[in-house]
């Protein structure tokens, strides 16, 4: 048995090194290009005045947040590049704000990056997820950088692609790596088309606890089959309905729809009391955008724990109460979400309880979907129909003007 065991061990390493030299083969002799992420277009950024090019929220509300927020926001949760590239190989460089690590999520959704690729006429395609491992300097201590290879020996024609930044990590900078003799551009604006763009708000699920990549999140679910951008500001444990993080969502110019889901993060008082004045804020500041308000889930324990039996439907009763007063006072442009469905039909969609797997990420957006893309498009209607009567508008005074000074 002895020698069989050592035979064989023999001839899987002999596997490994004839593997090896053929990969090795196969990789193109020239050097990778670097290109910084900034140089191409990085999508699903809510404000550009923040204190880093990857963090989410502006930096003046630095003293104006609690610093457990603060924190939250600099995870680069939701931000992608897109590219369009005829290099055979692609990988990626990007430097850690923190290297850090979580029990109950991969490294790979958390500090990692996924690859994706656009085929067909409508279709996002998963290529490659880079392991995070964080290299070591010329004296072998720990670095924050990380740098993987994606895909080697494709075909060489132009393609379009999309990175998505790590969820529970902070990035400072991020390089596209390809051929050095390959083209690459920003790709086609149709696609992630920046004329439709979602604010969602919300807690640790939001962010994406816990996928277990980063094209997982619900929001990059929703932004990929919808074609839009997806703002993520989901914040851990702090998605509170801060009245400072409305008046900064009102000012994002180009958004068309805001997702609010800050139940899980409140408690049943915060619900019935700071609902209210946080919706009222965005319906002032932009009466024409549809609103959204997603109910809390519903825990798989709850079913068996007497006392979030009845805590869990008690906030998402506060919050269904402060709707009912908005919609009274004003029908227009305000939806509500219910619970059910929101966790899927088996209640295997979370990894501990409460924050979600790949398959309750794909529950969330599978209720989520059709209930925005006709919100997303009635507004791009109107918006489209706008800018149609302005440019008239626009035409006719010129052509007013122009007879004016003709007659005189």
């Not at 109460?321 to 295997?348: C, S």
Request: proline share 5%; net charge positive.
């Amino acid at each position: 048995m002895k020698r069989f065991l050592q035979k064989a061990s023999m001839i899987l390493s002999l596997a490994a090194i004839s593997m090896s030299t053929a990969v090795a083969a196969d990789e193109p002799e020239q050097p990778w290009r670097y290109i910084d992420a900034r140089d191409l277009r990085v999508i699903n950024k809510g404000w550009d005045n923040t204190l880093r090019p990857y963090t989410r929220i502006p930096a003046y509300l630095q003293d104006s947040v609690r610093p457990d927020l603060w924190e939250r926001s600099q995870c680069s949760s939701g931000i992608a590049v897109r590219f369009a590239t005829d290099s055979k190989r692609i990988g990626v460089k990007y430097e850690l704000l923190w290297d850090t690590h979580l029990i109950h999520m991969a490294d790979t959704g958390l500090k990692g990056t996924d690859l994706y690729i656009f085929e067909g006429d409508s279709t996002w395609r998963h290529v490659n997820t880079n392991r995070p491992y964080v290299k070591k300097d010329a004296d072998g201590n720990k670095t924050k950088w990380v740098e993987s290879t994606y895909v080697s020996n494709l075909d060489g024609k132009m393609h379009e692609y999309m990175i998505y930044f790590p969820l529970y990590d902070g990035v400072n900078e991020l390089f596209v790596k390809v051929d050095s003799g390959a083209v690459i551009t920003s790709g086609r604006e149709t696609l992630i088309d920046p004329s439709k763009k979602i604010i969602a708000y919300g807690t640790s699920i939001l962010q994406g606890g816990c996928a277990s990549r980063t094209g997982m999140a619900a929001t990059n679910i929703i932004g990929r089959e919808l074609n839009c951008e997806v703002v993520n500001i989901g914040f851990s444990g702090e998605g509170k309905m801060d009245n400072c993080m409305a008046r900064a969502m009102a000012q994002i110019e180009d958004a068309d729809l805001f997702l609010i889901d800050p139940v899980p993060n409140c408690t049943e008082k915060m619900c019935d009391t700071l609902t209210y004045d946080f919706i009222n804020i965005l319906r002032k500041a932009r009466p024409d955008i549809p609103i959204v308000m997603l109910e809390g889930p519903l825990y798989p324990y709850y079913r068996y724990d007497s006392f979030f039996n009845k805590y869990l439907p008690a906030k998402n009763a506060a919050f269904r109460r402060n709707y009912d007063r908005l919609k009274a006072e004003n029908p227009d442009n305000l939806y509500y979400v219910t619970a059910e469905g929101l966790d899927g039909p088996e209640d295997d969609g979370t990894v501990d309880g409460i924050h979600l797997t790949d398959l309750g990420f794909r529950h969330y957006a599978n209720k989520m979907i059709p209930i925005l893309r006709p919100l997303l498009k009635d507004r791009t209607t109107a918006y489209k129909e706008a800018q149609t009567v302005k440019t008239q508008k626009t035409k006719t005074d010129k052509k007013t003007k122009k007879t004016k000074k003709h007659g005189k």
